[in-house]
């Protein structure tokens, strides 16, 4: 969806004189040093042009046009002095109307995007290792995260200080960072880095094998109707994650004290909190313990 900007000038009684058509032809004479070239650009009858042409020096009340002699065939057209500054002031009105046309639809239907941070740096250190590849329903758990947050977002983008789990990514075609931060606050500083100029972002838990697809679109929908809010799951009216962060909370985001992630700000803004319930408790579970993914993966 896009604004297009069409701009005519009518005489006192609302009748159309000038208007692109009138603007490209008066171009194509300063040009082509003649009308009957101008109208054969445009694929028009000399006719017609030079009716349009009379039809707007009469609305105006001065020439726009004039015979020139020892054109390229003998002889020509130019536009005169008049004609020539009122083709500056059409394209120059022409211009700010547009540029003020992109403001207002800009103002009135400002473009919602939503980029997806997807956070897989945890060390795994109660699970005993790098969980995020552990096997769930024959495939690495990662796996299920990519396919709950697939072809929602703008932008999206895999954090994460595994090489494997970097791997895994690439041959599935989403944008990794792998990096060797030691901080969660890095993490979501470098996904907001590189999900790069969105309006909203969403964070999302690598170790949520259970995450519906439908819950990720449902808190896409819900900040789209409300987009200054912070959205985030829960069940029962507690919170709970992924969490979807407007852009005013940008800043914030890339400037949290060392170790903290974004509960920082939903403890900071909780009356900015929105909170979309989800059905089933397990699908916000994260996977800490070998005991966990056992008991999700048999849900």
């Known amino acids: 969806m896009k604004p297009v900007t069409k701009i005519q000038i009518c005489d006192d009684s609302g009748k159309k004189f000038f208007g692109e058509g009138p603007?490209?032809?008066?171009?194509?004479?300063?040009?082509t040093g003649s009308l009957r070239s101008a109208a054969a650009s445009m694929e028009m009858a000399y006719s017609k042009a030079l009716k349009l042409i009379k039809q707007a020096e009469s609305a105006l009340g001065f020439p726009l046009t004039q015979r020139s002699v020892g054109g390229r065939d003998g002889g020509g057209s130019t536009l005169t002095a008049e004609g020539w500054a009122f083709l500056r002031q059409?394209?120059?009105?022409?211009?700010?109307?547009?540029?003020?046309?992109?403001a207002l639809y800009d103002r009135y239907f400002p473009e919602k995007t939503a980029g997806c941070v997807i956070m897989a740096s945890g060390l795994g250190k109660r699970f005993g290792g790098n969980k995020l590849m552990a096997d769930f329903h024959g495939e690495p758990m990662i796996a299920r995260t990519l396919a709950a947050t697939e072809a929602l977002f703008a932008r999206r983008v895999v954090v994460t200080r595994h090489a494997d789990v970097a791997a895994l990514c690439r041959t599935r075609g989403v944008e990794v960072v792998l990096h060797d931060r030691p901080y969660r606050s890095d993490t979501v500083r470098l996904g907001l880095e590189a999900v790069g100029e969105v309006t909203s972002c969403l964070f999302c838990p690598g170790d949520q094998p259970l995450l519906r697809r439908e819950t990720v679109a449902a808190l896409v929908s819900a900040w789209e109707k409300e987009p200054d809010a912070i959205w985030r799951t829960g069940f029962e009216g507690l919170p709970g994650a992924p969490v979807l962060f407007p852009k005013w909370t940008f800043d914030e985001l890339r400037t949290l004290p060392e170790g903290k992630g974004g509960s920082f700000l939903t403890k900071k803004y909780p009356e900015r909190v929105r909170i979309l319930p989800v059905r089933d408790r397990y699908e916000l579970v994260d996977v800490d313990t070998p005991e966990t993914l056992r008991e999700l993966a048999e849900r």
Request: glycine letters at 0%.
């Open 90 to 102: 059409y394209e120059a009105f022409r211009a700010d109307c547009i540029q003020a046309n992109r």
């Open 23 to 31: 603007c490209r032809l008066l171009r194509l004479v300063e040009e």
